[in-house]
């Protein structure tokens, strides 16, 4: 049941949305909008971040938002859904307290599971906002668009038990986060799920086990590849005792 004073909040969301003027307000009215769209799904409305946030157990769930580059009040005013993103705080503890064990990388990325372009998902991530009037329908479209392309893809590396077979194979070529997510089953334990994630990628063509033999080659003697490089795979199945 919705109260008279949820709907009088609702009808506030909306006529920010509609009678804003200035294009970065406009967004961010657009952005609080969404909000209030996928609330029955978890997420959150994160004005610094310009993001949509959804927390359970220690996972951080993110769509991130942008303005576009040509905005201007009164003659176009735009926003795209630019990215998914997914953290872990169990995965950052784990890489905290194995650093011998994972890759180098940015201290903003320890706890990072799996990240992807909206755009390589989508060919609809785009709010075309400028005329007021249409704004609240706009939002909703790219609102409900949003939902069916992102929460899938985020459901893809939830149930780590049928993470191996669940997640895009775009996640897993050789510069995607193929070794992020094996770090990521590790940390949990599922060490038989590390390996049938391992063999997929194996299977998905000659460039990928060019790229794992090579990482195993540079664990072996001692070395140790770049995050996102096409051995850091191979390079974790070697030092991780998965092969």
Not at 60 to 87: A, C, D, M, P
Not at 102 to 107: A, I, S
Not at 203 to 228: K, N, V
Request: glycine share 8%; with cysteine; hydrophobic share 40%.
């Amino acid at each position: 049941m919705v109260t008279n004073g949820q709907q009088r909040s609702v009808t506030h969301l909306a006529e920010r949305l509609v009678h804003l003027e200035a294009p970065k307000e406009v967004v961010l009215a657009a952005g609080e909008w969404m909000a209030h769209r996928m609330d029955q799904d978890g997420f959150q409305w994160l004005r610094g971040r310009t993001s949509l946030e959804r927390r359970v157990d220690g996972r951080i769930e993110r769509i991130r938002l942008e303005s576009g580059r040509w905005n201007k009040t009164g003659k176009l005013i735009e926003f795209s859904v630019v990215g998914l993103e997914v953290f872990d705080q169990g995965l950052k503890e784990w890489r905290q307290c194995n650093s011998d064990l994972t890759v180098e990388r940015p201290d903003s990325a320890e706890g990072t599971v799996c990240v992807t372009s909206f755009l390589d998902i989508s060919r609809e991530a785009k709010a075309i906002v400028t005329i007021s009037g249409s704004r609240v329908a706009v939002v909703d479209r790219l609102c409900d668009h949003v939902r069916e392309v992102a929460l899938p893809w985020f459901d893809s590396s939830r149930k780590l038990e049928d993470l191996a077979e669940a997640v895009p194979d775009a996640l897993l070529r050789p510069t995607g986060f193929g070794q992020d997510l094996v770090e990521f089953l590790v940390s949990r334990g599922l060490y038989a799920e590390a390996r049938s994630l391992i063999r997929r990628v194996l299977s998905l063509g000659e460039g990928y086990r060019d790229s794992f033999s090579q990482g195993r080659d540079i664990a072996i003697s001692g070395g140790r590849p770049s995050w996102h490089s096409p051995q850091a795979l191979g390079w974790s199945s070697e030092v991780l005792g998965l092969l």
